[in-house]
């Protein structure tokens, strides 16, 4: 494994040590590089310099260039001054296939590891025990898997929590439910898939929670009994914990049908609930009251903050713990905090959570900083967007309930079925079935993740499956098509020729090829895998440009067609690898 310097490293380490040569005081200064279509690169520090020196940009742009070694054998082939002092740089076709030549000699394509890796915890895909998913859970799932990858790619070591919604007064409900009637969730073993098995669990969970419900609603007497089985509940009764493990596990059942549809691993270690911490609970409570930062205010423990107030203006406060003594979500999400800086060291804490809870998570970290259990700027809340139906609102079904997440998936394949059936010409019905769920749920996760986090977006499944424009689709195909050439190349295998000059097109798909690296990096140091999606759909479209412009296995000598199909066969090996980050599966046929 061997990281290879990008390009744009190259020129910018040129550059200053030109600049160096040229004025030793403006040793060390930024050359301030960036892409650019008049060249390769343009450096526009140059105009900073001179004002800080009191001189002239362009004549400084000028020493400079004197400095600067172009030309054969050297990494710069020409460099000039335009504008009121910018460098307008072109780096030579022999370095820039050399460079490409060496990321492909590289299984990690030449991508360095990030310099001072960490420990990250995540918590994503959250769904609650006894209910349905829907497309909130779509999107914690989707981009903490994304996230999860593209950090551990960068040689972070991430902890991954499922803190599943396990906990809380409607077990209290539900187990007492179960308690006077005792059969309900019982069952032949489930036959078939993983999917109907998760359906039946579901079937049977949403029996038993909407006949609780019904009774709690109407029965005085039964909403007594299901608060007070809280208690026993909480302190560990055994006939209690025994049913409300079924419940759980009948959940998980579901939960995993749903996974798998995804095409997301999710494994049982790292499923760790609000339950998980019920024992820490008492000295979240015992430490917080003690040090002053919670109060008891009509009984309940609770967190003020001078900027949180309620429509009325009175404070509204974290409450830590309710004046019956029962715990809710934040006294949970406190004691995580405090295992996961604790005990699991984590350095830093990220939470995949709808940004309708930021104020909650807001609240949670300012009090764990003020207790002392978490270090300032250590915990960030990834806040995501709502998902919109056609209408601009939060998507409904028409009768105007939540869509069921694994209604909408089943959907996404059908279409994307019909995608794969019109374009298949040598592909079987399993390959189709296959296919058409690679493809289906690629365009789920791939709409989701090319929008920025924090906003909404529509959910339209037409222009999802579109073969055409910034879909997972237009890239799953650009990946198969790059493999049927290379499976017609036959006995002419890709090889790199640094010696040959390069066309327009050329130069431009090997260019983009080179910032692969820098693009992960940007995207696990900002958490926004829609920063690695623009740039596959770039790598894609320069791509189909390069192919249209340049023949590959007709081109004019063996050397250009060997040079052409390498270009080919690292662009698939980029995509491929890009969208493997993103958790998107690119088959080699399609
Ligand atoms: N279960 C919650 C929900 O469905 C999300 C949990 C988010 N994570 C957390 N640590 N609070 O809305």
């Not at 209910?131 to 909130?136: A, I, P, T």
């Not at 390959?431 to 996760?445: F, L, M, P, S, T």
Request: hydrophobic share 40%.
């Amino acid at each position: 494994m061997a990281s290879v310097p990008s390009l744009a490293t190259t020129v910018d380490q040129c550059v200053g040590d030109a600049l160096a040569a040229a004025l030793p005081e403006a040793a060390g200064a930024d050359p301030l590089l960036r892409r650019s279509d008049r060249a390769d690169f343009q450096a526009n520090g140059m105009l900073a310099l001179a004002k800080k020196l009191k001189g002239n940009p362009r004549e400084l742009a000028g020493l400079v260039v004197e400095r600067m070694a172009t030309g054969a054998g050297e990494p710069i082939a020409q460099v000039e001054v335009s504008g009121p002092g910018f460098l307008n740089i072109t780096v030579s076709d022999e370095v820039l296939v050399t460079t490409l030549a060496a990321r492909a000699e590289d299984a990690r394509l030449g991508v360095p590891y990030a310099p001072s890796p960490g420990t990250t915890v995540i918590d994503y895909s959250q769904p609650n025990v006894a209910k349905e998913m829907h497309v909130g859970h779509l999107r914690s799932t989707v981009i903490g898997d994304a996230v999860m990858r593209i950090l551990e790619h960068s040689g972070e070591k991430v902890i991954r929590r499922h803190h599943i919604g396990d906990w809380g007064t409607q077990f209290g409900m539900l187990t007492q439910y179960l308690i006077e009637n005792p059969h309900e969730l019982d069952h032949e073993s489930d036959a078939a898939g993983a999917g109907e098995a998760g359906e039946a669990a579901m079937a049977r969970l949403n029996r038993v929670y909407k006949a609780s419900r019904a009774l709690f609603d109407s029965d005085e007497a039964f909403k007594a009994r299901a608060r007070d089985r809280v208690v026993p509940l909480q302190s560990g009764d055994k006939e209690t914990l025994d049913l409300w493990h079924k419940i759980v596990d009948e959940s998980k059942i579901y939960f995993r049908a749903v996974y798998e549809q995804l095409d997301v691993e999710i494994r049982d270690e790292d499923v760790v609930g609000e339950s998980a911490y019920n024992d820490d609970l008492q000295q979240v409570v015992k430490d917080l009251e003690s040090s002053g930062v919670a109060v008891r205010s009509d009984g309940a423990l609770c967190v003020f903050f001078d900027d949180v107030k309620g429509p009325d203006g009175n404070p509204t406060p974290l409450i830590v713990q309710k004046s019956n003594g029962g715990f809710g979500y934040a006294a949970t999400d406190l004691a995580a905090i405090r295992d996961r800086i604790g005990k699991l060291h984590a350095d830093t804490l990220l939470y995949v959570v709808d940004v309708r809870q930021a104020l909650h998570f807001r609240m949670v970290f300012e009090t764990a900083q003020r207790a002392g259990w978490l270090p300032e700027g250590a915990a960030k809340q990834l806040a995501f967007g709502t998902v919109l139906g056609d209408d601009g609102k939060p998507f409904k079904t028409r009768a105007g309930e939540t869509v069921r997440l694994v209604d909408l998936l089943d959907e996404a394949v059908q279409r994307a079925e019909a995608v794969v059936r019109e374009k298949a010409r040598d592909l079987g019905e399993e390959e189709i079935a296959e296919r058409a769920a690679q493809v289906g749920i690629g365009a789920v996760k791939y709409a989701d993740l090319s929008n920025s986090m924090s906003r909404d977006y529509v959910f339209d499944l037409d222009r999802m499956v579109s073969l055409s424009g910034d879909t997972s689709v237009y890239l799953q195909y650009a990946c198969a098509r790059i493999h049927s050439i290379l499976r017609k190349a036959g006995e002419a295998g890709p090889r790199a020729h640094p010696e040959l000059p390069l066309a327009p097109a050329e130069r431009a798909l090997g260019l983009h090829l080179d910032e692969f690296a820098q693009t992960l990096a940007s995207a696990s140091q900002t958490y926004e895998p829609h920063r690695l999606t623009a740039y596959l759909y770039g790598l894609a479209t320069l791509y189909s440009s390069f192919y249209e412009q340049c023949p590959v296995l007709k081109a004019e000598d063996p050397a250009t067609v060997a040079n052409r199909l390498f270009l080919c066969e690292l662009t698939a090996r980029t995509l491929h690898q890009g969208m493997e980050l993103l958790g998107i599966r690119t088959p080699e046929r399609l």
